[in-house]
């Protein structure tokens, strides 16, 4: 569904990706793990068309990504839980999930289902659909960071660290949740430096290191592997 | 008692059109992060799109008012095309020195266009006057602050209940956010300074039959919309209203009690005391991050 080939990206003269090739394929979970600054937040965002590239190409089912703009790309299917969650603070829940269906044009006419579908995955959003986006919790903002981005119907949804920051029992329910969308069939390409946890919901991974993919295999494989064990399970 | 009525009205109609012509300039500066220093020049501009159709032109006036507000909505488009798009790259600083270069265009265009003679622009209520608690009041100034009234719920309408305003104010919050919902963000900040341009529109066709239409009439609401902001809370629309409405009250009863020569100070002297005591304004940025 999705195939990076050479990915170059550059800001400036720091390169921060170095011919990364990876690819995620229909139905599938893949963990994109590294350590911080390794260039797993340039690679979503690059997908997500923020960043330029420098060389390389990507493609998304079949057809290059380069001609879409950023909003072209939401419609084509591919929606992104961003870095630090991006809640629209002075939206209410209701209005940061409405806001994100994929065309401005569509809605008042199908968005009620998806809504009912994202309040049915995260009870605690429907509580909340009336509170502003700046006053809930860390665990609520990254349930609600995954919930918009469900909303635009995607066909594969990036994640981009859904645990930082939150404490492990919400890092854990996060995850559940990233489970039971990952049971619907949905494809997911998420980034995280909490290896247990993405590995643990991947079916394959890749490890960045310094702006290049040093390993790749299933996730058992990931996790059993020396390296792996060492540098990011401390064990 | 029959003084302070008449006051209190022409007070209110003077701080609605402060108010609208804020509005506006808080639209742009909360979804572009630009200060607009053309906004009073905007407002000028939209009392001479008056000027233009309904003298000039002799346009019947609903026909006239909507004419001159179409024009001051593609004069916002063309601001955007041409000011604000070719900039954008560059640091906002440059956008606002772009407005200071437009404002100045727009006052000398509107010089060698008009003429530095002034106009009385028509009110469609022109000369008329009710009684109100035994004090006489001019028609024009109530059917101002309705009009605000009705123009401010609309916006309300329009940025909270419609797909268009709620997408405007998400792009306003996080434009990095916006664009990875799939906003077409362009559009919504085209859309923002065709927003405020006809608000401004709005505010310049009500402001003519209270004023002379002068070529030179945009700086000095400038100035007052700039305090409105300050006293209400920079960027906030709630302070944009309520100080616009307080600085046009301060102006005429200050002029009226105090001296006519002095209303400028008064406006401007409260406004210095809120930068002094309360910098964020009556409506403090409600806005808050959480770690």
Known sequence: MLRIEDLTVAYGDIVALHGVSLEVAAGETVALIGANGAGKTTLLQTVSGLNKLRSGRMEFGG????????????????????????????????????????????LGKSYADD???????????????RQLGWSLSGGEQQM??????????????LLDEPSLGLAPRLAEEVYDRVGRIRETGLTILVVEQNTVLALAVANRGYVLETGRVVLAGSADELRRSERVREAYLGR | MADLIQLLTNGLALGSVYALAAIGFVIVYSATGVVNFAAGQFVMLGTFAGVAMLLNAGLPMPVGYAAALIAMALFGALFYLVVYLPLRTSPVVTVIIGTVAIGITLQNAALLTFG??????????????????????SVHALAVVATTAVMIFLLWLLLHRTAIGIAMRAVAQDVKAARLMGLRVQWLLAFSWILGAVLAGVAGL??????????????????????????GGFGSLPGAIAGGLFVGLAEVLGASYISSAY?????????????????????????????
């Open chain 2, 206 to 231: 009500m402001l003519g039959p209270m004023w002379f239409a002068d070529v030179n009439m945009g700086d000095p609401i400038a100035l007052k919309a700039f305090a409105a902001t300050v006293i």
């Open chain 1, 115 to 129: 809504l009912a579908q994202v309040f049915d995955l995260f009870p605690r959003l429907k509580e909340r659909r």
């Open chain 2, 116 to 137: 530095s003679w002034p106009f009385r622009l028509p009110s469609p209520f022109e000369g008329m006057m009710i009684e109100v608690a035994g004090a006489v009041v």
């Open chain 2, 263 to 291: 209303k400028d100070l008064i406006a401007f002297g409260i406004m210095i005391l809120f930068l002094l005591v309360r910098p964020q304004g009556i409506f403090g940025e409600p806005i808050q991050d959480r770690g």
């Open chain 1, 144 to 157: 609600l960071a995954i919930g918009r981005a469900l909303m635009s119907r995607p066909k594969l949804l």
């Open chain 1, 63 to 106: 057809a290059s990504l380069a001609p879409l703009s950023s909003a072209d790309r939401v419609r084509a299917g591919i929606a992104q839980a961003p870095e630090g969650r991006r809640i629209f603070p002075g939206l209410s829940v209701e209005e940061n999930l409405v806001v994100a269906t994929s065309s401005w044009r569509r």
